[in-house]
């Protein structure tokens, strides 16, 4: 099974928990604030398959309060 997004939540500098998601399932603001709040992440990234290019990322970071 492929997987179109993957979601990296960060805590003290370190991978705590990567969550895969099929296109038709790309993560809300709501699941990035649910996993910030049950991980205590400090941040957390959504790299996105480019189409274009097979495993090619988009990296970006998520910003929550």
Do not use: G
Not at 16 to 33: A, L, S, W
Not at 37 to 52: G, S
């Amino acid at each position: 099974m492929l997987y179109k997004y993957h979601v990296a939540i960060i805590k003290d500098d370190m991978v705590v928990c990567d969550k895969y998601y099929q296109e038709n399932e790309k993560p809300t603001d709501e699941t990035y604030q649910k996993l910030k709040n049950q991980y205590e992440a400090d941040q957390i990234f959504l790299n996105t398959v480019d189409d274009d290019e097979l495993e090619s990322f988009i990296k970006e970071e998520i910003k929550l309060e």
